[in-house]
């Protein structure tokens, strides 16, 4: 029998404050196949970094290639080695919750085509994320700065406004230009263009978010107009002529002003810290946590939501969490890349942060299953973290209970305004 607080965490909507889901026609038009729904999410580079080579998960992934048979053996070995890895038993949750699979192996893929068909049926990602993997809302980065009311679930999909190509030092010009009807020839208008994005979207977005550690250090400082200007004016003349340098003083112009508008706007700033996902390409010290210092000191009104525990640097991530009233944890991806220490990060929290600044999900996934899979982990891992507390005589189990809601849904309800999101959503 499941103790009470199996029990709370299990039966408790879940918010998923982290996705990059893919649209509902998407899913049911050009969604995955069976492999790409069991194996397309984060393992393929688990995949890859125990051996198996990068053209044969590139055929893992392959659609067109109708021998699942042949595929899937390919990889049989790396699959072996990783197996146990966070991303490894996200996908034997797959396999066990949608196809019940309980090891996956040729013949049972085989076996399970039927069932993928059928889990491909439109309002099924609606049925798969709502009702099987109790989610309460889901917020999703697609990428783009325009956030509209989703169409297949008004009150449940929600979207950040994507401000990373401005912080990359490299705004998409035509585009924001086609969005906003503001022609960009200078600072002023580009900051015109900034708040048309904002007037048009803030409405609508959950937040806004950036992922720049992908293409830049994290070190922000302050840079004035007077810097920014000659910058842009060489970016508007040739977009391609700009140095390292020139990027990040345009990057860090254009993010506090992302954050100054948020702050107008109410809305929370959410920015990629930490990991990498993807293999043979993560320079550890550009997503170091610390390095956005300057830029929380700075803005002490802003709601700044620190992702993905900025593992590895969970040292850093506490001592900011703690110090900075500012900063809220965002979990999202974090038990899949090291359950492990991500619950031992959460002990730490228990007892250096407040409990109103973690946020404790998001899946960081394209597709339904996937998200699935990662909230069943983050329930699993979450369980045995708090237990961990109870059992240690450091929680009673009802102070225990108490967090898991917190961590689980009030601290996004309140940091993200769920509850008005969701009216003004259904309203429009
Ligand atoms: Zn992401």
């Not at 699959?79 to 196809?99: K, N």
């Not at 899949?336 to 899946?363: E, Q, Y």
Request: with cysteine; charged share 25%; hydrophobic share 40%.
């Amino acid at each position: 029998m499941p103790s009470a607080l199996a029990d709370f965490i299990q039966t408790t909507p879940l918010c998923d404050t982290h996705e990059h889901l893919r649209k509902e026609d998407e899913y049911v038009d050009n969604g995955p196949d069976l492999l790409q729904n069991l194996f397309g999410n984060y393992v393929s580079a688990d995949l890859v970094v125990a051996g198996a080579g990068q053209a044969t998960v590139d055929r893992l992934l392959n659609a067109a290639d109708p021998d699942i048979r042949a595929c899937f053996t390919g990889v049989e070995r790396a699959w072996q080695a990783v197996r146990h890895t966070g991303y490894g038993e996200a996908v034997r949750i797959i396999a066990r919750e949608l196809y019940g699979m309980e090891e996956i192996s040729a013949d049972g893929l085989e076996a399970a085509l039927p069932r993928h068909a059928a889990l491909r049926q439109p309002g099924q990602r609606l049925h798969i994320l709502r009702e099987r993997a109790n989610l309460d809302h889901i917020q999703t980065d697609d990428f783009v700065r325009a956030c509209a009311v989703d169409p297949s679930g008004p009150d449940f999909f929600f979207y950040d406004i994507s401000w990373v190509n401005f912080v990359n030092g490299q705004p998409d010009i035509a585009a924001i230009t086609q969005e906003t009807g503001v022609t960009i020839r200078d600072l002023a208008t580009l900051r015109q263009a900034m708040e048309a994005v904002f007037a048009q979207n803030a409405a609508v977005a959950i937040a806004v978010k950036s992922q720049h550690a992908y293409n830049r250090t994290l070190r922000w400082r302050e840079r004035s107009d007077a810097e920014a200007a000659p910058v842009l004016d060489a970016y508007l003349r040739d977009p391609g002529s700009l140095s390292v340098d020139d990027r990040l003083c345009l990057g860090d112009w254009s993010l506090a002003r992302g954050v100054e508008l948020a702050i107008a706007h109410d809305l929370p700033f959410k920015i990629h810290t930490g990991y990498y996902a993807g293999h043979s390409r993560m320079p550890v010290d550009y997503i170091k946590p610390g390095h956005l210092c300057p830029l929380l000191a700075k803005y002490l009104d802003a709601r700044f939501v620190l992702m993905h525990i900025g593992y590895p640097y969970g040292d850093e991530m506490v001592a900011l969490a703690k110090h900075y009233p500012n900063v809220y944890v965002d979990f999202c991806w974090a038990w899949s890349i090291d359950p492990f220490s991500t619950g031992n990060f959460l002990r730490r929290c228990i007892h250096a942060v407040p409990s109103n600044k973690l946020f404790i999900f998001g899946g960081d996934t394209s597709w339904p299953g996937a998200a699935l899979a990662y909230a069943s982990q983050t329930r699993r891992w979450l369980t045995r973290a708090l237990q961990a507390e109870v059992t240690d005589g450091l929680l009673t189990e009802v102070e225990a209970i108490a967090l898991a809601g917190r961590y689980m849904r009030e601290n996004q309800y309140d940091c993200f305004r769920v509850e008005a999101k969701k009216r003004a959503q259904v309203a429009r």
